[in-house]
């Protein structure tokens, strides 16, 4: 006779409601100041950003049944929106080393 093994750990796949990706409004928002912010503030906040995005988006990795989805989009484009502020940061800068060596 086989029996089914009922888990009754937490099903993520039910009716429960999914939890937030933690932080992912502020990752938006810094990797927005980031780009509007160019320079050295831009090139810190970029680094924050992307090393807090790094670390939730690999929770979501192990378990995205878990988590909301528009949390995550909401957590991806806050990396993407670090790395071009990392960008225009870095090319703001050389910019400007240049035009002081000129």
Not at 35 to 64: C, F, M, N, W
């Amino acid at each position: 006779m086989s029996e089914e093994i009922i888990d009754s750990g937490t099903n993520w796949n039910s009716n429960k409601p999914k939890e937030k990706l933690e932080g992912a409004g502020g990752a938006l928002a810094m990797g927005i100041i980031s780009i509007v912010l160019a320079g050295l503030i831009g090139i810190i906040l970029s680094i924050i950003t992307l090393s807090t995005t790094k670390r939730h988006l690999e929770a979501y990795r192990q378990d995205p049944g878990r988590y909301d989805e528009s949390s995550y989009k909401q957590m991806n484009a806050g990396r993407i929106c670090a790395i071009v502020g990392l960008c225009i940061s870095a090319l703001a800068i050389l910019i400007i080393i240049g035009a002081s060596a000129a």
